[in-house]
């Protein structure tokens, strides 16, 4: 037990940040349902948890090198759950994102610091075996989630989602105190608060301009100045950056096509994979009827197959590199995409099938090479900013594209609304944002008796026409990530010092009790 106990514990609290993912996916529309929220709070709901992650995993990187990587982690921990509990208890959505973010800002200690942990607790075969089963368990949380938020949510409430986390919390706080020891890095860095604060700045206004552009138009004068001080907020973290003497991302890695390329494909590859996945969660349940367990289950194949896909992909010869397998799978996160688009207005969950089974093909090639792909692109002296840099950006993907595709769907439901004929056509905008926000039973219930029938036809229409438009963009983007990762990424990759990104080397780790 001592010897695997801060395997143990870390895995344990990996499984509790990954997992928080995708179960809050499945449990969007009883969310919508009870507090009612609109699709835009919704989007919401999601983002702000990954925009936080996103923000803030850099700084808590070099952060946790000066404090101690156990303390930050812990610390983040305790962050995490307690934010957890009060998304249970949130009385509306405003809170509810408010908590949301704070679960952003204690998962982003806790992913910062979680490979340094296991690269200072295990050398040797151990520690490529602690990294396997690390991954693993990530692979895992993702696989579950679906399936937990689903039973959780149809037995006890979308609240014990949220619930679940405080007594994992805890144990995980209780078993890193007792089995981890505390490491450092270069305890000398100093913290860079004007990066992190101008590029927050700027990844969040980024963010709600998108949304913003689809519930008032693209047209729009406050809309636009969102975008302009988006873009103000970006061309200030890139004047901080060049200045500080210990930036929170050295930008002269960019010039590297290597490097610029790895970063652009993981934010696509994000996107692709997951962006569209809220709409389908809330078609499979506010269209089709099914509970959130059936949901869950019709999700799963792309999580079971890339799981299958990565134990696969991890017997490749040694020395083959990342290219392929990430150029390769995001070819079929795109392909699977573009299979997507055959769900119609009579389709139901086995339409998924083809999309979801080549989609879980490319999640289970190119995720677990993304780590790999950056380190080739960088010296071993930069693998843990290179490290940091890949997940700030897939988060950042995963945020912009629930944003994104919030619009594409509304634009593609809004179109289908105002030929199909019936009173939803009076007001399409407003009846887009009710059906991305679950409410599709309700405007079948306040139709008139006579026309409901053509009312539900309207809706799958409507519905349809939303998720083709996302997937076709969803499609696009995943095999431009595809080409971009072959035509950049280098073929055989270097090894990196101490194992890995983010992993403490001896000649800058420290220890102590």
Not at 196 to 216: D, H, I, K, P, Q
Not at 342 to 366: E, R, Y
Request: charged share 10%; proline share 5%.
């Amino acid at each position: 037990m001592r010897k695997w106990g801060p395997l143990l514990a870390v895995c344990l609290g990996s499984f509790m940040l990954l997992v928080d993912v995708t179960i809050v996916i499945v449990a969007l529309p009883d969310m919508g349902a009870d507090l009612g929220s609109s699709y835009t709070d919704l989007q919401w709901v999601l983002d702000a948890y990954s925009l936080a992650l996103a923000a803030l995993m850099l700084g808590a990187g070099s952060l946790a090198d000066r404090i101690g990587r156990r303390r930050v982690f812990v610390s983040g921990t305790v962050v995490f759950t307690a934010a957890s509990l009060l998304c249970a208890m949130a009385p509306d959505t405003g809170t509810l994102i408010a908590a949301r973010a704070l679960q952003g800002v204690g998962g982003a200690a806790m992913f910062a610091t979680t490979i340094a942990l296991l690269g200072h607790a295990y050398q040797g075969r151990d520690r490529g075996v602690a990294f396997g089963v690390w991954g693993s368990i990530s692979g895992a949380a993702a696989a579950v989630g679906p399936i937990m938020g689903g039973l959780l949510t149809q037995h006890l409430g979308w609240e014990a989602i949220f619930l679940v986390n405080v007594p994992i919390g805890v144990l995980t706080v209780a078993m890193c105190l007792s089995l981890l020891t505390e490491s450092h890095g270069n305890r000398a860095a100093r913290p860079d608060p004007a990066g992190m604060v101008t590029f927050t700045l700027g990844a969040a206004l980024l963010t709600y301009g998108f949304v913003r552009a689809g519930a008032e138009g693209w047209t729009d004068g406050p809309t636009l100045g969102v975008f302009a001080a988006a873009g103000v907020a970006f061309g200030l973290f890139v004047v901080v950056e060049a200045r500080v003497a210990e930036p929170m991302i050295d930008l002269a890695l960019f010039r590297r096509a290597s490097f610029s390329g790895i970063m652009l494909s993981g934010l696509l590859v994000q996107f692709s994979a997951f962006a569209a996945f809220p709409a389908l969660s809330v078609w499979l349940q506010s269209v089709l009827g099914y509970g959130p367990v059936r949901a869950g289950l019709a999700l799963l194949p792309l999580a079971a197959v890339s799981f299958v896909a990565s134990a696969v992909a991890s017997r490749l010869p040694h020395g083959t590199g990342p290219r392929w397998p990430l150029g390769i799978g995001a070819l079929c996160i795109g392909l699977g995409a573009f299979a997507l688009t055959l769900v119609n207005a009579d389709s139901d969950w086995t339409a998924l099938l083809p999309g979801l089974l080549v989609a879980g093909i490319g999640v289970g090639l190119a995720m677990p090479q993304m780590a790999g792909a950056a380190l080739t692109a960088v010296p071993p002296s930069r693998a843990g900013m290179a490290g940091g840099a890949l997940n700030t950006f897939r988060q950042l993907g995963f945020a912009l594209g629930i944003a994104v595709v919030g619009v594409v769907f509304r634009d593609g439901a809004e179109h289908a609304l105002r030929g199909g004929g019936t009173t939803l056509a009076a007001d399409p905008h407003a009846t887009a944002e009710a059906l991305g926000g679950g409410r599709a039973q309700q405007l079948v219930a306040t139709a008139p008796a006579g026309g409901r029938d053509a009312v539900v036809d309207t809706i799958r229409e409507a519905f349809a026409s939303g998720l083709d438009r996302a997937f076709l963009l969803c499609g696009a983007l995943g095999l431009a990530a595809g080409v971009l990762a072959l035509l950049t990424v280098p073929k055989a990759a270097h090894a990196p010092a101490a194992g890995g990104a983010g992993a403490p080397t001896p000649e800058r780790d420290s220890t102590s009790r």
